[in-house]
Structure formats: structure tokens, C-alpha cells
């Protein structure tokens, strides 16, 4: 059964830089498919932020890509989120997932993150 | 950057009655790069469908789709209350994805 599941802090100040990680059991990175970070903001819809694959190769939001960055360790079974220079409109809940040809299939529980003082 | 409108914003149904959720889309999507999710409060989106019709592990014969090109229509008949969620539909194009702003069913 695969499992991803996000960890890292959930109150972040402003402009300093967020940085999240999913682990992932049941499956190993390294053997392929697609590794996504999605965002959404209270009570609003779904934002998708970037596409890694096992590869390293990266595809962003072009509305973020200035600030974000993904990476991939093969080793811990992980891939990372770091999104610099946040402000409030950053505050969500994060989820990371599994995608494929033919949708996402797995998700995180996510992560809900406050960009705050 | 393709854009994807959904409509309505709110849908307030009986069970046993059918819904029709709308989503446009600002260029041609391919029908099996359009996907359908459901979310409920608290939840992680659950993959549906997508518009070549195949549905994810365990999603009902009561969820079916309809549309191409640039309309895409998701279907869900015989509505139980367990329906009740927001609605996404999602595209990938180029190894890029967008969203739907989502639509929200109620079950009265």
C-alpha cells in the first residue's frame, strides 16, 4: 500500500523560506512515476506548485517559480518542497502525491502551514 | 497556461437525482489527460475518473463522464448522501497541471 506523508513546521514568518518534506512507504521513488507538491488555501481550491521526477527534472507553477524549488533523495525515499520569501497568500495546506499518466492517485494527509509572525 | 472553468459554483440536489458538473477548458485538453476529483471537508482529493472514462479503484459505475475537446462533463447518477463534496477537475498538459476552481454538491 503506498503512504506519503508531509512533515515539517507548520508556522512559518513572513519572508523567511518554508521547507517540507514527504516520505514515502510502499513504494520506492527511485522506480518511477511522477512526485507532486499541491497547495490550497483556506477555503479555496486546489493549487498545483511542481512536478519532480526521479530524475531530479523539475517542472514549476510558473506563478511560483521564481521562489520554489523541489528535490528528490532517492536514499531516505523522500522529495522536498522549499518555497522562499513567504508571505501570508503562502499560509495552506500542503499535500504531496503520487501522479501518473491518468491522474493522482495517492495523496499525503497534508499539512497545513501558517505564514505568520 | 491552460485554464479551467467550473460550473455551477454550488449544486443543491436530492438523493436518487443525477448531477451534472460542467468544465471548460481555455484550449483542447485530451479526454485522458482530464481528470475528475472529490474532496470532502478535511480530506485529500480522491482521484475519480477521468474523461476516457476509466474510474480509480473502488469509484461507482455511478460516476461517468462525458465531453471532449474543450467541454468536459462529469456525471454522477442515483446521488447518495455520501456524494456530498467539492468536485475538481484537473488537466495536465506538458508536464504541467491546472485545476478547476471546483464545484460543490449538496445533498439536501
Known amino acids: 500500500q503506498v503512504q506519503l506523508q508531509e512533515s515539517g513546521p507548520g508556522l512559518v514568518k513572513p519572508s523567511e523560506t518554508l521547507s517540507l518534506s514527504c516520505g514515502v512507504s510502499?513504494?520506492?521513488?527511485?522506480?518511477?512515476?511522477?512526485w507532486v507538491w499541491i497547495r490550497q488555501p483556506p477555503g479555496k481550491g486546489l493549487d498545483w506548485i511542481g512536478t519532480?521526477?526521479?530524475?531530479?527534472?523539475?517542472y514549476y507553477n510558473s506563478s511560483l517559480k521564481s521562489r520554489v524549488r523541489m528535490s528528490v533523495d532517492t536514499s531516505r525515499n523522500t522529495f522536498s518542497l522549499s518555497l522562499e520569501s513567504v508571505t501570508a497568500a503562502d499560509t495552506a495546506v500542503y499535500f504531496c502525491?503520487?501522479?501518473?499518466?491518468?491522474?493522482?492517485?495517492?495523496w499525503g494527509p497534508g499539512i497545513r502551514v501558517t505564514v505568520s509572525s | 497556461e491552460i485554464v479551467l472553468t467550473q460550473s455551477p459554483g454550488t449544486l443543491s440536489l436530492s438523493p436518487g437525482e443525477r448531477a451534472t458538473l460542467l468544465c471548460r477548458a481555455s484550449e483542447t485538453v485530451s479526454v485522458s489527460n482530464l481528470i475528475w476529483y472529490q474532496q470532502k471537508p478535511g480530506q485529500a482529493p480522491r482521484l475519480l475518473i477521468n474523461?476516457?472514462?476509466t474510474r480509480a479503484t473502488g469509484i461507482p459505475d455511478r460516476f461517468g463522464v462525458s465531453g471532449s475537446g474543450t467541454d468536459f462533463t462529469l456525471i454522477i447518477s442515483r446521488l447518495e448522501p455520501e456524494d456530498s463534496a467539492v468536485y475538481y477537475c484537473?488537466?495536465?498538459?506538458?508536464?504541467?497541471?491546472?485545476f478547476g476552481q471546483g464545484t460543490k454538491l449538496e445533498i439536501k
Open positions: 484537473q488537466q495536465y498538459d506538458s508536464s504541467t497541471y491546472t
Open positions: 502525491a503520487r501522479a501518473q499518466v491518468g491522474g493522482i492517485h495517492y
Open positions: 510502499g513504494y520506492s521513488i527511485s522506480s518511477g512515476y511522477y
Open positions: 474523461g476516457a472514462s
Open positions: 519532480i521526477f526521479r530524475s531530479g527534472t523539475t
